[in-house]
């Protein structure tokens, strides 16, 4: 039974335009010039309970917008939503206990008092007696990590420390669904390797549903079996990396390292010539011909050293929101 | 869920919004000293201009001194409401609209105008409520008036239509920077109107005084429940005060209702 | 384009004797860049200096109270004479109004102070020009509302005497720069606590009741007025509303405390600068 079913999700914004200056800001005044911006088109996927799934997609693909849709912050134009049952636009009290919504950068603990406090007034508001609630936070704390800071005034924490208290208290009421909304934004390395093992380790635990959205790819890389490419508002493609990369990438990039120097032209028979400087050689070689060509390689050319690898997934993908695909979708 | 449950979640909820905020604040002891301070000097000051309208043994629109005085007891009393609950609240909630971390409010499973309108509570605005309330007493008193208890509890009744219709005209206020982005100097023109309320709305010409009865009723927020307290209001604008409250909050409700589906897109 | 940079000290060297002359000519130059630039951010800021402005009804509220009030009429001030005080008191409360205290405030939370200080100009010249430059984006809005006002009392109607106005207007500019130097000096404090800026309530508070936007001086019994009398806060709104409209006015002694009270803000202003700046200096910004 799926947790989260979108079925023709559409999102359109009406944005008006405006010339700078004092004439401009007459003609505004008097007629506005307005456009339709569609910043999410059509979309149909469902997700299953316990799944991680990231979105991906450029800045302004539309990925937040799904992600208020999801989490009821905002009305879709058109097509339906579905999260744990409920529709999220009506938020009803049953669905927000059940959800949670993180935000990179933006905050909701309270600035001049620690994280306890805050964490005492969420106890509160979503039900949960003094008990439970010092059991969860003892929980979260040690899978967090944390332990003094939470006596220390927020304002006082730095960031990496400021987004753990804010998990904690963002999953106090233990949600099955949880949204995260670029929320390794602005952490350095080790506090983003630290969210992620967090992540992974919850959604072990608890099962929780993760729906993310980042720009970063190592969060994607590292927590989300499941891929959902967001490019202009319409979904590119639902399923897992792998299946991105082969298909986006169908060919594997092999680099070689000669004892002569060739001409380029020797090698186009291989696969296509990528770079030829001297003795350094990158081909280009379908993934299905890959050991046929490596093996033809190694035995025609004086080789002193062979390398395979995947072109970069960032590469990829940046290569696909540039210049858009040839590819439809 | 049943409704019993859901008020005590609410009641806990509220209690511990205002223990926090109150711890909040008490992190900054120096507070206390100035807020004392600027209160009894705002007081002393409102005083003496109010003196100078009844130098020698007149009257002010037909009230004697010590009548003016309620009406003036009153005043501070709505002013350190708004300093305690309706400015730090609303104030948060322009902030939060621009911050867009109006959006973790929204999904609490609580409501949104409850949580926006009693989340934070500022102790510094109790002493002049108190001093208020001291100066609605001192006034009574010495004006003679003996007021029995119906006279008492109409006056109470008074009271918190006052209460709530300056709640809505903050509130909405406060909820329209959901469009207008740079609302916020716009309380401070209604602050500034709202201080015609230290003087009983008989004192200005007719014109006002209609004003002051309808578009902006500062007549029910402290000349209708002074009235009360000492006895001389007419069953009409007691009446009058309490449909204006009850239209006021369900306005405020319905305007923020209104506001709420504009935010989420949901009439677009 | 000529690259006369051995000839440039000759440059110099010829108009070295009008060094002088230099001086105010780049002072000016400074000043009306400054002016530009903040009154096309004012600009921009219209609808809240409007708001602004509204706010400031307090007098126009007391002269209906007083036009009607027995206490008004036994002082002998006719409600025309009432009406022609407030108004001109309005007038000159929006253009003596002073935040530089917030403006400075906000600077220092969002760390703009360091680069400014860096600079060569001192900082009361460049909050002196937004002000200036808000009064001059205020000025439609309140001819606006004076031509309101006038519809609706057309019994106030009146134009002062030339001489009148001029000195109306001489004592609303000096005014305004008591009421900055005031501020200001509250405003430095700031170098050494970041709370210093809730003093200004108690600044705003002896100026509400003591300046005459609550009542004509006149009207004051004989020792509360004589005490106001020593504050600065009447020279920044009684004195030139009384000078706009009309009433009695010792112009003369109104100046005189004009003078003293620029003679003891303007060096406490300029110490506690350098005071502040060095300790900012100290405590590394």
């Not at chain 3, 409209?245 to 004009?258: E, L, M, R, Y």
Request: with cysteine; net charge positive.
């Amino acid at each position: 039974m799926a947790i989260v079913h979108v079925q023709g999700l559409c999102r359109s914004f009406r944005v008006s335009e405006k010339d700078p200056g004092l004439a401009g800001t007459l003609r505004h005044f008097l007629r506005r010039k307005v456009r339709t911006v569609e910043a999410v088109r059509d979309l149909h996927f469902t997700i299953e309970p316990g799944e991680m799934v990231g979105f991906l997609g450029p800045n302004g693909a539309g990925k937040t917008t799904t992600l208020k849709m999801l989490s009821g912050l905002l009305h879709p134009s058109d097509g339906r939503v579905e999260v744990a049952g409920h529709v999220p636009a009506r938020r009803e009290a049953d669905f927000l206990r059940r959800i949670t919504l993180v935000m990179g950068q933006k905050q909701q603990l309270i600035w001049d008092l620690p994280p306890l406090d805050s964490l005492r007034v969420n106890a509160a508001v979503y039900g949960l007696d003094d008990r439970e609630a010092a059991r969860r936070i003892g929980e979260l704390a040690e899978m967090l990590e944390l332990g003094e800071e939470l006596h220390r005034p927020v304002r006082k924490l730095s960031l990496g420390q400021r987004m753990k208290a804010e998990l904690m208290a963002a999953l106090l009421h233990r949600p099955e669904v949880l949204f995260l909304d670029e929320p390794t934004l602005g952490l350095d390395v080790n506090a983003q390797a630290a969210m992620r093992r967090f992540l992974a380790d919850y959604n072990r635990r608890h099962g929780a549903t993760v729906l993310l959205t980042s720009h970063y790819m190592a969060d994607i890389t590292a927590l989300c079996p499941r891929v959902l490419l967001i490019h202009a508002g319409s979904l590119f493609h639902d399923g897992s990396l792998e299946e991105l990369t082969q298909r986006l990438a169908p060919r594997r990039e092999v680099r070689l390292e000669l004892a002569d120097i060739l001409p380029g032209s020797a090698f186009s028979v291989y696969g296509e010539v990528e770079s030829c400087s001297g003795r350094d050689v990158r081909l280009l070689v379908e993934r299905d011909r890959l050991t046929t060509v490596v093996g033809r390689l190694l035995a025609d050319l004086p080789v002193l050293d062979l390398e395979v690898r995947d072109p970069p997934i960032e590469d990829i993908i940046g290569r696909l929101f540039r210049q858009g695909s040839t590819e439809t979708p | 869920m049943a409704p019993l449950s859901t008020i005590r979640r609410h009641a806990r909820s509220i209690a511990r919004f205002w223990s926090s905020s109150l711890a909040a604040e008490m992190e900054y002891q120096l507070n206390l000293l100035i807020e004392v301070a600027a209160t009894l000097i705002t007081l002393a000051g409102s005083l003496f201009t109010l003196s100078l309208f009844f130098g020698h043994g007149q009257r002010l629109g037909g009230w004697s001194w010590e009548a003016a005085l309620v009406v003036l007891g009153i005043y501070t009393l709505l002013n350190g409401f708004s300093s305690t609950l309706l400015r730090p609240n609303l104030g948060n909630l322009v902030k939060q609209v621009q911050s867009g971390s109006l959006d973790f409010v929204l999904l609490k499973p609580m409501d949104s105008q409850i949580w926006l309108s009693l989340r934070t509570l500022s102790p510094w605005g109790l002493p002049e409520m108190v001093l208020g309330l001291v100066l609605v007493v001192v006034g009574t008193i010495r004006s003679g008036a003996r007021p029995d208890a119906p006279a008492l509890v109409t006056g109470g009744l008074m009271l918190l239509a006052g209460v709530a219709i300056l709640y809505s005209l903050w509130f909405v206020l406060a909820a329209t920077s959901i469009w207008f982005v740079k609302i916020w100097n716009a309380t401070e023109v209604l602050r500034s109107l709202l201080a015609a309320g230290q003087f009983p709305v008989s004192a200005y010409p007719s014109t006002l005084r209609v004003v002051f009865s309808t578009v902006l009723p500062v007549a029910f927020l402290t000349t209708v429940p002074a009235e009360a307290i000492l006895g001389l209001a007419s069953g009409g604008s007691v009446l009058a005060g309490l449909v204006l409250a009850v239209l006021s909050l369900l306005g405020s409700r319905a305007l923020w209702r209104f506001a709420l589906r504009h935010y989420t897109s949901a009439s677009s | 384009m000529s690259q006369p940079l051995p000839s440039q000290p000759r440059r110099y060297r010829r108009f070295g004797r009008h060094r002088g002359l230099q001086t105010l000519a780049s002072a000016l130059r400074i000043a009306r860049a400054l002016f530009i630039s903040q009154y096309a951010l004012m600009l921009e800021f219209r609808a809240e200096i409007l708001l602004w402005a509204l706010s400031g009804l307090m007098p126009l509220l007391m002269f209906s109270l007083w036009s009607g009030a027995p206490a008004g009429a036994a002082a002998g001030i006719s409600p025309q004479a009432f009406a022609r005080y407030f108004l001109a008191a309005f007038v000159v409360r929006q253009f003596t109004v002073v935040w530089v205290v917030y403006a400075f405030e906000e600077d220092n939370l969002l760390g703009r102070l360091s680069p400014l200080l860096l600079q060569p100009l001192p900082l009361i010249w460049r909050y002196a020009a937004a002000h200036l430059a808000e009064q001059a984006t205020r000025f439609p809005f309140v001819v606006g509302m004076v031509a309101l006002f006038f519809w609706a009392v057309p019994e106030a109607v009146w134009i002062p005497s030339p001489t009148r106005l001029l000195l109306a207007l001489l004592a609303a500019h000096l005014g305004f720069w008591l009421n900055f130097l005031l501020q200001h000096a509250i405003t430095m404090l700031c170098f050494w606590s970041e709370r210093a800026s809730a003093l200004e309530r108690f600044l705003f508070m002896p100026y509400l009741f003591l300046s005459g936007m609550l009542a004509p001086l006149d009207l004051y019994p004989e020792a509360v007025r004589r005490f106001a009398l020593l504050t600065p806060f009447p020279s920044m709104l009684y004195l030139p509303a009384q000078l706009a409209s009309g009433g009695p006015i010792d112009a003369v002694a109104g100046f005189q405390t004009v003078a003293i009270w620029l003679a003891v803000l303007i060096p406490l202003n300029l110490v506690l600068w350098r005071a502040g700046v060095r300790r900012y200096a100290a405590m590394g910004g």
